[in-house]
C-alpha cells in the first residue's frame, strides 16, 4: 500500500522457503512474525558489502549506461543477481545483504518489499515514476551503501 509517492505497508511471500516478510512504516517490519532488523552491527565499507541488483528488461546498452553499470559493480564486494526484485529488497531488510539498486524496474515489482526495507529502518530512494509505471529504485543499510551516494549520482 502506497501513499503518494511513498510506502506505507507491503507484504511479501517467498515461496521456495515458506517465508512471509512484512512490514509498516513506522511501526516495524518481520519475517513469519519474527522482527527482523537490517545488519547494522558493523556497518561495511562498501568494499566489504554486497549488492543486489537487476538488469532491466529494456536496458540501455550505451557507453554510458553500461559505464554507470560497472562504476557500481566496482563500488562493492560483491554483487548477486537472485532473480525477485522484491525478495532481495527483503533480504536487505533483514540483513542478508547490504544494499539493492536497479534502473526502470516495473512499480508493482518493489512497490510491497520497499516498505519492508523502510520499515526495517533502512534507506531507500525512488526515482519518478515514469507514464509506464517504472522507477529508479535504490534502498541499503545505510545511507553510505547508496550507489547514488558512491558514485555521485
Same mark, same amino acid.
Given at each position: 500500500? @502506497?501513499?503518494g509517492n511513498r510506502p506505507l505497508l507491503g507484504v511479501v511471500l517467498e515461496i521456495a522457503g515458506n517465508r512471509l516478510y512484512s512490514g509498516i512504516v513506522g *511501526?516495524?517490519?518481520w519475517c513469519d512474525e519474527i522482527p527482523i532488523e537490517l545488519s547494522r552491527a558493523a556497518c561495511p565499507a562498501p568494499v566489504q558489502a554486497i549488492l543486489?541488483? /537487476?538488469l532491466p528488461a529494456e536496458l540501455d546498452h550505451s557507453p554510458e549506461k553500461i559505464g554507470v553499470?560497472? =562504476?557500481a559493480f566496482r563500488s562493492f564486494g560483491k554483487t548477486r543477481m537472485l532473480g525477485s526484485a522484491a525478495l532481495m529488497l527483503c533480504? *536487505?531488510?533483514s540483513g542478508k545483504c547490504d544494499s539493492y539498486w536497479e534502473c526502470q524496474i516495473a512499480l @508493482? =515489482?518493489? !512497490? !510491497?518489499?520497499l516498505a519492508i526495507v523502510q520499515s526495517? /529502518? /533502512?534507506e531507500i530512494r525512488i526515482g519518478s515514476i515514469s507514464d509506464r509505471c517504472r522507477l529508479d529504485v535504490e534502498a541499503a543499510s545505510s545511507k553510505n551503501l547508496l550507489v547514488s551516494e558512491l558514485n555521485g549520482r
Open positions: 500500500m @502506497w501513499e *511501526v516495524g517490519a543486489c541488483t /537487476g553499470l560497472i =562504476d533480504y *536487505v531488510a @508493482w =515489482d518493489v !512497490a !510491497a518489499a526495517a /529502518g /533502512g
